[in-house]
Protein backbone atom coordinates (compact mmCIF):
# COMPACT_ATOMS: atom_id res chain seq x y z
CA UNK A 1 0.00 0.00 0.00
CA UNK A 2 2.84 2.53 0.81
CA UNK A 3 1.54 4.02 3.47
CA UNK A 4 3.89 2.83 6.17
CA UNK A 5 2.07 0.07 7.60
CA UNK A 6 1.62 -3.97 6.23
CA UNK A 7 -1.73 -3.64 6.66
CA UNK A 8 -4.51 -4.84 3.92
CA UNK A 9 -7.12 -2.08 3.40
CA UNK A 10 -10.56 -2.52 1.96
CA UNK A 11 -10.71 1.63 1.01
CA UNK A 12 -8.03 3.72 -0.65
CA UNK A 13 -5.14 4.71 1.72
CA UNK A 14 -2.91 7.56 0.73
CA UNK A 15 0.77 6.95 -0.13
CA UNK A 16 3.02 8.51 2.20
CA UNK A 17 5.69 11.24 0.76
CA UNK A 18 4.58 11.30 -2.43
CA UNK A 19 3.80 13.88 -4.60
CA UNK A 20 3.73 15.36 -8.36
CA UNK A 21 3.07 11.73 -9.67
CA UNK A 22 1.94 11.64 -13.49
CA UNK A 23 1.92 7.65 -13.90
CA UNK A 24 1.82 4.76 -12.08
CA UNK A 25 1.81 0.79 -12.41
CA UNK A 26 2.39 -2.30 -10.49
CA UNK A 27 3.83 -5.95 -10.70
CA UNK A 28 2.94 -8.81 -8.77
CA UNK A 29 3.70 -7.43 -5.46
CA UNK A 30 5.28 -4.40 -5.86
CA UNK A 31 4.10 -0.86 -7.46
CA UNK A 32 5.62 2.01 -8.68
CA UNK A 33 5.26 5.57 -9.58
CA UNK A 34 6.71 8.35 -12.18
CA UNK A 35 6.85 11.83 -10.87
CA UNK A 36 7.02 14.95 -12.93
CA UNK A 37 10.33 15.55 -12.72
CA UNK A 38 11.33 11.92 -13.92
CA UNK A 39 12.50 10.41 -10.87
CA UNK A 40 10.76 6.73 -10.22
CA UNK A 41 9.96 5.31 -7.34
CA UNK A 42 8.98 2.03 -6.06
CA UNK A 43 7.90 0.31 -3.06
CA UNK A 44 6.09 -2.96 -1.62
CA UNK A 45 8.45 -6.73 -2.47
CA UNK A 46 11.84 -6.09 -3.15
CA UNK A 47 12.84 -9.86 -3.06
CA UNK A 48 14.13 -9.90 -6.44
CA UNK A 49 15.05 -6.23 -6.43
CA UNK A 50 11.98 -4.86 -8.64
CA UNK A 51 12.23 -1.71 -6.50
CA UNK A 52 15.96 -1.01 -7.96
CA UNK A 53 17.22 1.01 -5.11
CA UNK A 54 20.27 -1.28 -4.77
CA UNK A 55 19.12 -3.84 -1.92
CA UNK A 56 16.48 -6.13 -1.16
CA UNK A 57 14.68 -4.79 1.71
CA UNK A 58 10.82 -4.66 1.45
CA UNK A 59 9.81 -1.20 1.53
CA UNK A 60 5.95 0.34 3.14
CA UNK A 61 6.82 3.56 1.77
CA UNK A 62 8.11 4.86 -1.66
CA UNK A 63 12.24 4.85 -1.86
CA UNK A 64 13.53 6.54 -4.93
CA UNK A 65 15.03 3.76 -7.70
CA UNK A 66 18.81 4.21 -7.94
CA UNK A 67 20.71 6.40 -10.60
CA UNK A 68 18.07 6.85 -12.32
CA UNK A 69 16.55 10.01 -14.30
CA UNK A 70 14.89 11.46 -17.13
CA UNK A 71 11.99 8.69 -17.41
CA UNK A 72 9.03 9.38 -19.29
CA UNK A 73 6.91 6.10 -18.75
CA UNK A 74 7.17 2.91 -16.37
CA UNK A 75 5.55 -0.45 -16.67
CA UNK A 76 5.66 -3.25 -13.79
CA UNK A 77 6.42 -7.30 -14.55
CA UNK A 78 5.97 -10.34 -12.53
CA UNK A 79 9.10 -9.33 -10.44
CA UNK A 80 11.20 -6.80 -12.82
CA UNK A 81 10.57 -3.48 -13.31
CA UNK A 82 11.35 -0.94 -16.57
CA UNK A 83 11.22 2.79 -17.69
CA UNK A 84 11.51 4.55 -21.13
CA UNK A 85 13.62 7.42 -20.62
CA UNK A 86 12.87 10.90 -22.20
CA UNK A 87 16.13 9.89 -25.17
CA UNK A 88 14.34 6.64 -25.95
CA UNK A 89 16.26 4.08 -24.16
CA UNK A 90 14.64 1.25 -22.13
CA UNK A 91 16.00 0.82 -18.79
CA UNK A 92 15.60 -2.46 -16.49
CA UNK A 93 15.88 -3.78 -12.96
CA UNK A 94 15.02 -6.45 -10.92
CA UNK A 95 14.30 -10.57 -11.76
CA UNK A 96 16.50 -11.89 -14.95
CA UNK A 97 15.88 -15.62 -14.65
CA UNK A 98 14.51 -15.24 -18.39
CA UNK A 99 16.68 -12.11 -19.77
CA UNK A 100 13.22 -10.25 -19.23
CA UNK A 101 15.48 -7.34 -18.45
CA UNK A 102 17.02 -7.77 -22.02
CA UNK A 103 20.77 -6.25 -21.16
CA UNK A 104 22.07 -10.00 -22.43
CA UNK A 105 22.40 -11.58 -19.53
CA UNK A 106 20.60 -13.63 -17.33
CA UNK A 107 21.56 -11.77 -14.06
CA UNK A 108 19.46 -10.42 -11.33
CA UNK A 109 19.96 -6.68 -11.10
CA UNK A 110 19.41 -4.52 -8.08
CA UNK A 111 19.44 -1.42 -10.16
CA UNK A 112 18.56 -0.16 -13.69
CA UNK A 113 20.51 -1.39 -16.67
CA UNK A 114 20.42 -0.20 -19.99
CA UNK A 115 18.55 -2.34 -22.38
CA UNK A 116 20.88 -3.85 -25.08
CA UNK A 117 20.76 -2.27 -28.84
CA UNK A 118 17.32 -0.17 -28.70
CA UNK A 119 16.98 2.84 -29.11
CA UNK A 120 13.95 5.50 -30.55
CA UNK A 121 11.41 3.83 -28.11
CA UNK A 122 8.08 5.43 -27.96
CA UNK A 123 6.35 2.79 -25.35
CA UNK A 124 7.03 0.42 -23.36
CA UNK A 125 4.72 -2.51 -21.80
CA UNK A 126 5.46 -5.66 -18.96
CA UNK A 127 4.48 -9.25 -18.75
CA UNK A 128 4.81 -12.19 -16.85
CA UNK A 129 8.70 -12.54 -16.92
CA UNK A 130 8.90 -10.66 -20.64
CA UNK A 131 9.04 -7.16 -21.99
CA UNK A 132 8.07 -5.45 -25.12
CA UNK A 133 8.55 -1.70 -26.66
CA UNK A 134 7.11 0.01 -29.41
CA UNK A 135 9.68 2.18 -31.28
CA UNK A 136 9.24 5.16 -33.42
CA UNK A 137 9.53 2.96 -37.09
CA UNK A 138 6.63 1.38 -35.63
CA UNK A 139 8.04 -1.77 -35.08
CA UNK A 140 7.82 -4.07 -32.13
CA UNK A 141 10.14 -5.67 -29.62
CA UNK A 142 10.34 -7.79 -27.01
CA UNK A 143 12.57 -10.32 -24.78
CA UNK A 144 12.42 -12.70 -21.70
CA UNK A 145 10.61 -15.84 -21.57
CA UNK A 146 9.01 -16.87 -24.79
CA UNK A 147 7.19 -20.48 -23.52
CA UNK A 148 4.25 -19.84 -25.11
CA UNK A 149 5.62 -17.57 -28.02
CA UNK A 150 4.43 -14.29 -26.68
CA UNK A 151 7.65 -12.57 -28.01
CA UNK A 152 5.97 -13.07 -31.27
CA UNK A 153 9.60 -13.83 -33.19
CA UNK A 154 8.05 -16.99 -34.81
CA UNK A 155 9.86 -19.88 -31.63
CA UNK A 156 10.09 -20.94 -28.25
CA UNK A 157 13.26 -19.50 -27.30
CA UNK A 158 13.53 -17.28 -24.35
CA UNK A 159 15.41 -14.13 -25.46
CA UNK A 160 18.11 -12.03 -22.78
CA UNK A 161 17.88 -8.91 -25.71
CA UNK A 162 15.58 -7.75 -27.86
CA UNK A 163 14.06 -9.23 -30.95
CA UNK A 164 11.51 -7.81 -33.57
CA UNK A 165 8.21 -9.28 -33.62
CA UNK A 166 7.92 -10.89 -37.08
CA UNK A 167 5.08 -9.92 -39.96
CA UNK A 168 4.18 -6.82 -37.53
CA UNK A 169 4.37 -3.51 -37.59
CA UNK A 170 2.50 -0.25 -36.45
CA UNK A 171 1.49 2.51 -38.93
CA UNK A 172 0.00 6.03 -38.82
CA UNK A 173 -1.82 6.14 -42.21
CA UNK A 174 -1.31 9.41 -43.81
CA UNK A 175 -3.70 11.71 -45.87
CA UNK A 176 -2.96 13.62 -48.78
CA UNK A 177 -5.70 15.74 -50.21
CA UNK A 178 -5.80 17.19 -53.76
CA UNK A 179 -8.90 19.33 -56.02
CA UNK A 180 -12.40 19.95 -54.78
CA UNK A 181 -15.27 19.09 -56.48
CA UNK A 182 -18.70 19.83 -56.12
CA UNK A 183 -18.14 22.66 -54.51
CA UNK A 184 -21.40 24.62 -53.09
CA UNK A 185 -21.55 27.91 -51.01
CA UNK A 186 -22.22 25.10 -48.05
CA UNK A 187 -19.93 22.01 -49.28
CA UNK A 188 -17.76 20.84 -51.20
CA UNK A 189 -16.13 17.13 -51.93
CA UNK A 190 -11.86 16.86 -51.28
CA UNK A 191 -10.36 14.48 -53.39
CA UNK A 192 -7.21 12.75 -51.70
CA UNK A 193 -5.56 9.15 -50.98
CA UNK A 194 -5.03 7.53 -47.55
CA UNK A 195 -1.62 5.75 -47.21
CA UNK A 196 -1.54 2.85 -44.58
CA UNK A 197 1.04 0.22 -44.80
CA UNK A 198 2.61 1.87 -48.19
CA UNK A 199 -0.34 1.12 -49.59
CA UNK A 200 -2.55 4.29 -51.09
CA UNK A 201 -5.99 4.58 -51.66
CA UNK A 202 -8.33 6.85 -53.38
CA UNK A 203 -10.55 8.93 -51.09
CA UNK A 204 -12.88 11.54 -50.79
CA UNK A 205 -13.69 14.02 -47.68
CA UNK A 206 -17.03 15.78 -47.75
CA UNK A 207 -17.23 18.94 -45.86
CA UNK A 208 -20.45 20.66 -45.36
CA UNK A 209 -21.43 23.71 -42.69
Do not use: C
Request: charged letters at 10%; hydrophobic letters at 35%.
Amino acid sequence: MGDGTNTDRTTPVQVSGLSSVTAVAGGSYHTIALKSDGTVWAWGYNGYNGLGDGTTTNRTTPIQVSALSGATAIAGGEYHTIALKSDGTVWAWGSNAYGELGDGTNTQRTTSVRVSSLSGVTAIAAGYFYTIALKSDGTVWAWGANWYGQLGDGTNTSRNTPVQVTNFNVYSPTVSTGSATNVTSSSATLNGTVNANEQSITAWFNYGI
